[in-house]
């Protein structure tokens, strides 16, 4: 998905369509001429889908394998067909699969998402991508492409999304693994899947030659692994003309997306000329309502900018009007652990835990106004009775309030948590997270340097921080914090940009210097100009005044795992129990504050939470060793979604890692970089946690905390 509409289609007329036919005819789909199958085939023939023969028409949703969790997805899946959808639509997640070339991981949650669909009836159009964008951390490209060379790019760096022969090459590696994983849920094998599609929007990112180079290889090793016309293969791009020519290689049928304040006539037959006068109508991502944000933002992203009921209106008359159609989304789920990505292409726009909370389904999987409306349209369209919807799954709040029992020190917990047995060797320049194969998540850097910043520099630099970095002098458990700096949130993003060239007071003039820098990745470009180029670190290196001054080098790097080191079991031994008056009196200080739950309901059930992280200051959540995401007072989300099958009965493990200090958000001059937005929201919500003889807590709920309403 890309959260992009043209305000100008209604401009495009019929002359104009037929002007483009000769450009798009060399991207014209073929239809197969005989099905797969005798006894299960699902074709295109003419203007339509066929299944079994006859005229069939898609209703589908999107809902993403990796932001639900697998108890969850059964349910939801339900949902979707008792709301009437025939089908479901999800992305294929590359880098949560190959986070380390050649280890391949979680599969099991793809394909037990398929065997959920294949049991409820409802057939499955894949986006494999490999690029996916989905709002996701690098739009799903792992971050080890970043660090191969040999590529077509600047230094030989790897161009994504191209005909880059070392990016096809990891592409081909990666799919000799996936499509022979997929290929027993085929349609034609027996399974669910009837779609799969090349690329995402591809349009957007390059309309030459070695775009469509990249699609046609993926649209090749389809066919070689799964044989000629065993599934459809499509492409999606927004309905503009010079987006599908450069997104539809030959024999792919293209597709479009628009929302409801888009004219559907006009991009409808954007689609049919770039299909080659034939082809059924299909809008493969229609923008229901429900929106999305950004941290520190005033807005959710996705917003339709007209009612629900106008929206639902539209929904309703394309399918009456016989056009098949996927919403995006039918259920959002959740960025889980660190995956939510950033889209740079205005500024450093991070992506919140929640996905899209406010479409059909909400984050916890009821159905929403616009979920019962989105059911009623359907019924109204096909001539059906509308469904009878279930009510809210119960949730519990637990006891309400949960007071943290004693807090480790990052700097004396580091070796425990490192994601490596020991920190890097000493390396000239800081190394990046992808140099440490570092998907996401934090990496302490430490020097001792002998330099002295010259006489007249005040200020020490980093250059281009990616993406937060605390920057420390001294050794033990209480070094001095200097500062914050941030890559900006509020403007396009440049290295060259001088709101980059991030400076640090400084009034040390002794020597040796020991400089600690615990740097925070917030995601990776998903979608803008820096796609396959985010690095994360501090690829900018450490400067002991502007210019003229020098880098301070000889770096150790110590990365923090994230996934699997955030228990109590290991946390403990470091820990210091709470209040503790002697450290971290300043709140300057990093630390995992360590409590436990006790789940033990009357009825032997357990329940849905959510967990209210107001008047924290910013950092992330485990639970039982699962990362539920990342907190921060900018908002406009407060809260973090614990499912069910999170907990367990009996004691539950929390862990809340806190980078920025309890009630940070209370600050009147937030980090340089940091947006100064949502101000009065801010405020309001720094004071909210509850603090007892020194012991803060977080308190649960039945319901999410959230500064907008996520729905119109």
């Not at 409306?373 to 009878?388: E, L, R, W």
């Not at 200080?589 to 200051?617: C, E, H, K, N």
């Not at 999170?646 to 970089?673: H, K, Y």
Request: proline content about 8%.
């Amino acid at each position: 998905m890309t959260l992009f509409t043209s305000p100008l289609m209604t401009l495009f007329t019929l002359p104009l369509l037929l002007a483009v036919t000769l450009a798009l005819a060399s991207s014209a789909f073929t239809t197969p001429s005989t099905p797969t199958s005798t006894n299960r085939s699902f074709i295109i023939s003419g203007n339509v889908f066929l299944k079994e023969g006859e005229p069939f028409q898609v209703l589908s949703g999107s809902m993403h394998y990796f932001r639900h969790t697998p108890s969850n997805i059964p349910v939801r899946l339900q949902y979707a067909k008792l709301c009437g959808l025939n089908a479901v639509q999800t992305y294929i997640h590359w880098a949560i699969h190959e986070p380390t070339r050649g280890l391949y991981t979680r599969l099991s949650e793809l394909t037990s998402f398929l065997e959920a669909a294949k049991d409820e009836g409802l057939l499955v159009i894949l986006r494999p991508g490999p690029y996916i964008c989905a709002e996701t951390n690098g739009g799903g490209l792992p971050g080890w492409l970043q660090e191969e060379r040999g590529g077509i790019g600047p230094a030989g760096a790897v161009i994504p999304r191209s005909g880059d022969p070392v990016f096809l090459n990891a592409v081909d590696e990666w799919f000799a693994v996936l499509l022979p994983l997929l290929q027993p849920y085929l349609y034609s094998a027996g399974g669910p899947v009837i779609m799969a599609q090349v690329g995402n929007e591809e349009g957007f990112w390059s309309s030459d030659a070695s775009s469509n180079i990249y699609l046609s290889h993926v649209r090749d090793l389809f066919i070689k692994s799964w044989g000629k016309d065993a599934v459809i293969i499509h492409s999606t791009d927004s309905a503009l003309p010079a987006l599908l020519n450069g997104g539809v290689p030959a024999n792919v049928f293209a597709t479009v997306d628009f929302g409801p304040k888009d004219n559907a006539s006009a991009a409808f037959d954007i689609q049919r000329v770039a299909n080659g006068g034939k082809g059924p109508f299909f809008n493969s991502e229609f923008y229901i309502g429900g929106m999305n944000a950004n941290w520190g933002s005033d807005v959710y992203m996705n917003d339709t900018a007209i009612s629900r009921n106008a929206s639902l209106s539209v929904y309703q008359s394309l399918i009456e009007s016989g056009a098949s159609i996927n919403m995006y989304v039918f259920s959002g789920g959740t960025n889980w652990r660190l995956e939510a990505g950033l889209h740079a292409d205005g500024g450093a726009n991070w992506q919140t835990g929640p996905y899209i909370p406010g479409g059909p389904l909400s984050e916890a999987g009821d159905f929403t106004d616009l979920g019962i409306g989105v059911c009623t349209a359907i019924a109204n369209a096909t001539g059906k009775t509308p469904p009878i919807l279930p009510s809210p799954i119960p949730k519990s709040d637990y006891g309400g309030v949960l007071y943290m029992k004693s807090v480790a020190p990052l700097w004396s917990a580091l070796s425990a948590i490192s994601a490596s047995p020991s920190p890097s060797l000493p390396s000239p320049w800081p190394p990046t997270f992808e140099n440490l194969g570092l998907e996401s998540g934090y990496v302490v850097y430490e020097t001792s340097s002998s330099l002295i910043p010259h006489s007249d520099a005040s200020n020490w630099y980093i250059r281009e921080p990616r993406d937060r970095a605390y920057v420390f002098l001294g050794d033990g458990m209480l070094p001095a914090r200097l500062g914050i700096r941030q890559r900006p949130m509020d403007s396009a993003w440049s290295p060259s940009s001088p709101a980059n060239q991030t400076a640090i007071a400084t009034s040390v003039s002794s020597s040796p210097l020991k400089i600690r820098i615990l740097v925070g990745a917030e995601g990776r470009d998903c979608f803008g100009p820096w796609l396959g180029q985010d690095s994360k670190g501090l690829p900018g290196g450490f400067q002991l005044g502007p210019y003229a001054q020098p880098y301070v080098f000889n770096w150790t790097a110590t990365p923090v795992d994230v996934n699997s080191r955030l228990t109590l079991s290991i946390l403990e031994e470091y820990s210091l129990m709470l209040p503790n008056a002697t450290w971290n009196s300043s709140g300057s200080q990093p630390g995992f504050y360590l409590s436990t739950l006790t789940v033990s309901p009357a009825d032997g059930v357990i329940r849905d939470t959510f967990l209210d992280m107001r008047g924290w200051g910013k950092g992330l959540v485990a639970v039982n060793g699962f990362v539920l995401g990342r907190y921060w007072y900018l908002g406009p989300e407060f809260s973090l979604y614990i499912p069910a099958s999170v907990l367990r009965l009996g004691n539950n493990d929390f862990v809340v890692f806190e980078t920025d200090g309890i009630n940070a958000g209370c600050n009147s001059t937030q980090p340089p970089g940091e947006a100064l937005l949502r101000e009065e929201a801010r405020i309001a919500a720094c004071k909210q946690v509850i603090t007892v003889d020194g012991i803060p807590s977080v308190r649960l709920h039945t319901v999410p905390v959230r500064d907008l309403p996520p729905g119109e």
